[in-house]
């Protein structure tokens, strides 16, 4: 069991939980409830009573939501001329007082609803030096819980005797975050989750991108790295009381997790065992979470050793390329063992036959990635290539070069190839990589990692290929925007989509592969079967695989059509049609034509003309790759300017738009966006620019004694 399983193996064992919902969670940033996010806490609450767990609440917000009811209230009782003296602060006793009504109001009714009872329950510091108070509270406690009452506890405020109410830290609770770490000590509780809102302890002010999330609070490692930022804007102590709070509770033996009450369903998470928040325990410290490596750190590992990788003679990087090729077919037996057990979990976890599919390396899949690095190996060195060179002056030559990116960070789904093609293309564009494959196939990747990073020399670093094994690990990844370059989503659309709204790293990639064939008028038949079956049957998994099939209304009548169905059919493509191909094939109507089946399924549908194609094809298609086959050169024509996707063919398969058979050597994924690369990416797709000036002692001086004569220099 890894320390990260053992971290989290006790959440199964929780029965009864204490959550404390922080004012910032409660309230919203003018003061008024939040009632969205109130309403979501609650229904949380109900569903986990329903699954038997014992919930105990305590809520802050009170004196904050009554200071916002009395600001309004004396507004309205206040004459103009009492508008203009100085406005005294609000007495906070009468704020908590009139505020704990409201907030218990509300969680009644919000409670009730739900078909839930809950029970107001306020307490005082005082209170609990009292031994008989505390036996009563447990009986009380006890018997709420019974009868499936959920009990919420708030400090009563209002008659605290502390000097400094909101200041005052002496006795034996001085906050709803202490209160909630005795009250899980007094309770017997398995476990405390304080709400926050930020998603968890972090090492230096959330605000701060160089802040780091921490997972796992390891008191020996952590309390003297970690720097607070500003208190609550509306409660007493932030994350300082909170953190104080759990590392009391979790050294008596309870459990604690910090976490953003402002996510869905966090306290579900927690309790299923997701890495969500700040883990608090007694035992973190006999945990080896100091032995693993960090996003950032692994970030920054990359780019070192990119750094020494483009140090290197062009002779030195393809050496390592071409060991690469080698290492893979000598471990061919090994990579093969582990890829077949992936392909036999997934298969017995009824994966679907699609990712199944793109999960197997097949037979002779090493030798071609093996010849596949070899043929990069021996294209033209592509760091530091001169693409334009100019003489600014008399002795100033300036020089446009080529140059790495830097740090990629790759997250693809199912295919254990792609990681060798990234890792390859990465090798030979001198920049560094993190990748992030699919679970499905975690040995396969694991073993290629390995083994690739192994024929690494040490003068470069096994680091510059950085393995991330958690998905856990993305949300902070994706935050990295001042180590990590350019983000490459490869998978579902779903995937693409999220990251891209994940993040501020330029992000390279598409989101759906629906790739349109249209058969034009003046198609040769013969030609147009042998293009629509291989872009529809040659795997029918891929990205590039036609989904949409577009036939030019004169082929009904000629009998075109039903030539290119009969042989669809044949090879046992289920069909789907728009409005007129449902009609004259009597085929089940598609839901959508925006649809990447990714399976021996497509799409029909008869279009007037090649106008009426592309129409189609903007409005529905994903600008990946579309088709056109036909005889009329004209036609065509129109049909290539046109389309305004990233790859558009005549008279050939979709499935032509791929990197190794564009002569790529291999391609990191295939991108629809219209900025940096478009199409299949490989090792150009992977480079920027920069700009060298060569000069003799020239200064600008105002420009004055400098004779511009800015003219190219033919290389």
């Avoid at 309004?72 to 906070?92: A, I």
């Avoid at 919420?152 to 709803?176: C, H, L, M, Q």
């Avoid at 249209?518 to 872009?535: H, T």
Wanted: glycine fraction near 8%; proline fraction near 3%.
């Amino acid at each position: 069991m890894s320390d990260l399983d053992r971290s989290r193996a006790f959440f199964n064992d929780v029965k009864r939980l204490i959550i404390k919902v922080g004012t910032a969670v409660v309230t919203r940033a003018d003061g008024r409830l939040a009632l969205g996010r109130l309403g979501a806490l609650c229904e949380q609450i109900k569903d986990l009573s329903s699954l038997g767990y014992e919930v105990i609440v305590v809520t802050s917000g009170a004196v904050g939501l009554g200071r916002q009811r009395l600001k309004y209230r004396r507004f309205v009782n206040s004459s103009f001329s009492d508008l203009q003296k100085p406005q005294v602060d609000l007495d906070g006793k009468a704020c908590a007082a009139v505020g704990q009504n409201s907030l218990m109001a509300l969680y009644d009714t919000m409670f009730s609803q739900l078909d839930v009872t809950s029970a107001q329950l306020l307490v005082t510091d005082r209170d609990f030096k009292n031994k008989d108070f505390r036996k009563q509270l447990d009986e009380t406690v006890q018997s709420l819980l019974a009868l499936r009452v959920i009990p919420i506890f708030n400090e009563n405020d209002a008659v605290s005797t502390r000097k400094a109410p909101y200041e005052d830290s002496s006795g034996i609770f001085w906050d709803n975050d202490s209160l909630a770490a005795l009250l899980a000590l007094e309770l017997k509780a398995d476990l405390l989750v304080l709400l926050s809102d930020v998603e968890g302890l972090y090492s230096g002010p959330p605000s701060d991108p160089r802040s780091k999330l921490i997972h796992t609070y390891i008191k020996e490692i952590h309390q003297s790295e970690i720097t607070f930022g500003d208190k609550s804007r509306v409660g007493r102590g932030g994350m300082t009381a909170k953190v104080k709070a759990a590392v009391n509770a979790a050294y008596a033996g309870i459990p604690v997790v910090i976490t953003s009450g402002y996510a869905p369903e966090n306290i579900i998470k927690v309790l299923q065992g997701e890495r969500v928040g700040t883990l608090f325990h007694q035992d973190a410290h006999l945990w080896a979470l100091d032995k693993e490596v960090g996003g950032r750190e692994m970030a920054v590992a990359a780019r070192e050793s990119s750094r020494r990788l483009q140090a290197l003679s062009s002779q030195d990087r393809n050496k390592i390329l071409l060991d690469v090729a080698d290492a893979l077919e000598a471990n061919e037996k090994l990579i093969n063992i582990e890829n077949e057990a992936d392909v036999v979990a997934a298969q017995e976890a009824g994966l679907e036959k699609s990712l199944i599919s793109r999960l197997a390396l097949k037979p002779g899949k090493i030798k071609s990635l093996a010849n596949t690095i070899r043929v990069l190996a021996n294209m033209d060195d592509p760091i530091g290539c001169i693409l334009k060179r100019n003489e600014l002056a008399d002795g100033l030559v300036l020089e446009k070069t080529s140059s790495p990116l830097g740090v990629l960070l790759i997250i693809f789904e199912s295919r254990p190839d792609a990681l060798v093609q990234i890792a390859s293309l990465a090798i030979r564009s001198g920049n560094g990589l993190l990748l992030k494959g699919g679970k499905e196939a975690k040995r396969s990747n694991a073993i290629l990692h390995k083994v690739i990073t192994t024929a690494i020399p040490d003068t470069v670093g096994g680091k510059l290929i950085g393995l991330v094994t958690s998905i856990d690990e993305i949300p902070d990844l994706l935050k990295l925007d001042d180590v990590i370059d350019l983000v490459i989503p490869r998978g579902s659309s779903k995937l693409v989509s999220k990251i891209k709204s994940s993040t501020k790293i330029p992000v390279l990639g598409h989101a759906d592969g629906i790739c349109h064939v249209y058969v034009d008028k003046s198609a040769n038949i013969e030609m147009a079967k042998r293009v629509v079956l291989d872009a529809k049957v040659d795997y029918p998994a891929a990205c590039n695989a036609m989904e949409t099939l577009l036939v030019h209304q004169d082929l009904v009548h000629s009998g075109g059509l039903n030539e290119l169905i009969a042989d669809l059919r044949t090879e046992g493509v289920t069909l789907f049609g728009g409005q007129r191909a449902c009609k004259e094939l009597n085929i089940p109507e598609a839901h959508t034509f925006h649809h990447e089946y990714n399976s021996m399924a497509c799409t029909v549908e008869i279009v007037d003309d090649e106008h009426a194609a592309i129409d189609h094809i903007h409005q529905h298609g994903s600008a990946h790759t579309d088709c056109i086959v036909a005889e009329d050169h004209d036609v065509a024509e129109v049909f290539l300017r046109q389309v305004d996707s990233a790859a558009v063919f005549h008279n050939a398969s979709t499935r032509f738009c791929d990197g190794a058979r564009f002569g790529l050597g291999a391609e990191v994924g295939i991108s629809t966006s219209r900025i940096h690369a478009r199409g299949p990416v490989g090792v150009e797709g992977l480079l920027t620019t920069r700009w060298i000036l060569r000069g003799c002692g020239q200064v600008v001086n105002a420009d004055q004694g400098v004779i511009y004569t800015h003219k190219d220099i033919t290389m």
